[in-house]
């Protein structure tokens, strides 16, 4: 594609070292789309005839769907993806397929396709995250009656719904959803036209193509355009702060599944055993999700790093971009699809959640709420309920076994509705305030995530 400077071929070691078609033959349906909307500019600005630009739809297609039949062979001395396709385009149908990249470069075509690429798995990535917040949304309802206890530094806090604690995710995942949109809007910019650094004397209607292609605008400055790559990182963020997500719920699963608490079972379709251990039943899933989100992080600082010292504007150091993009979308997808399925076969043990929360000393907060409600300062009640509850160590008594007479030699603030705080469906109900876990809260959570999750008319 450059022979016409070079007296030299370019050397076989470089030519296998410069290849990028061994992993953005992917992006050919993009490319391919973006092509066919470019020869409509063309045809629109009298470079192509009509019967020329029909000739390259043509020929395009074709060569797509031998790709999707897996019968289009590759050709690694041709780089990339867009010459492949155009290299073989010209053959088939000779000088209307060498006016093709007429006022374009592949700075501004691989631009284009990684933006249409991105744009696309956006949508699937958002139905995904749907897709788990029902699964969510699912578990929690079908065990509303559930208690278990909240932790704080991995120590018993204070009893919550186990429906409240599954719905902390799906809050973590409709930022998640909300993040990844917004990158899209980013997205959705065409940069088609900017040329290879500084556009074309060749002008085109930059705002057809755009429509062509369902671009919502244009980029504004051509040397932006092609050296652009902060949608990319902002997807990569997106993504990688998603697997956080993904990995603080496979860490609750991965307690939660052990003996030591044994609050969940996890189906066998979504476990695995050990080779040499047959009792073994190991919470895999979750441990590769917790895994992968290492994965994720380091795509991102990889394409960080890439980028934080390139002068504008295209430099070839940018095709390194790819991979670490193709792999994050990958990887996310497989992750956000498995824990979908894993949670929704997912049992809940509710006697051994309803064992661990037994533990009276998780409403000790409740029986400083209650010294409050009686006039004591909070401060001060905090350090009453430390001492009673020091008392209770050092004789290994409880809360509901000490006498009132006991209670009054703390603090001549309780009284005998005090054993009414230690009830503990009525210290959960109590939890009124907005986005408490009180069992009314929770199910209005609940009914409004399935309002809100619930698919749209029409759709599939």
Known sequence: MWKGRFQQSTAKLLSQYSESISYD?????????????????????????????????TGLLKIRGEIEAGVFEFDAGLEDIHMNIEAEL????????????????????????????????MDAISALVRELQRSLVGLAAGNIEVIIPGYTHLQ???????????????EMLERDAQR?????????????????????????????VARELGFAGITQNSMDAVSDRDFACEVLAGIAIAGMHLSRLSEDIILWASSEFGFVVVSDAFSTGSSLMPQKKNPDAAELTRGKTGRLYGNLISLLTTLKGLPLTYNRDMQEDKEQVFDSVDTIKAALE??????SEMKVNAHRAAEAVSDPMMLATDLADYLVRGGVPFRQAH????????????????????ELATYQSFSPAFGPDVFEALDLHRALEARQAAGAPSKSNVKAQLDRWRQMLAPSPGSV
């Open 180 to 208: 990844l949109g917004d990158a899209r809007r980013r997205i959705d910019v065409m940069p088609l036209g900017a040329g290879a650094i500084a556009g074309s004397t060749i002008v085109l209607d930059r705002e057809l």
């Open 338 to 343: 498995v824990n979908a399925a894993m949670l």
């Open 156 to 170: 018993r806090a204070q009893p919550v719904y186990f429906a409240h604690h599954l719905l902390a995710y799906v």
């Open 25 to 57: 033959w992917r992006l050919y349906p993009y490319d391919i789309q973006g092509s066919i909307a470019h020869s409509k500019g063309l045809l629109a600005a009298g470079i192509l005839t009509r019967e020329e630009q029909g000739e390259i739809e």
């Open 383 to 402: 350090e009453i309920i430390g001492k009673l509850v020091a008392h209770c160590i050092e004789r290994g008594r409880s809360f509901p076994e000490l």
């Open 90 to 121: 010209t053959r088939r149908i000779g000088p209307a397929g060498a006016k093709l990249h007429t006022a374009r470069s592949r700075n501004d075509q691989v631009a284009l396709d990684l933006r249409l690429y991105l744009r696309a798995e």
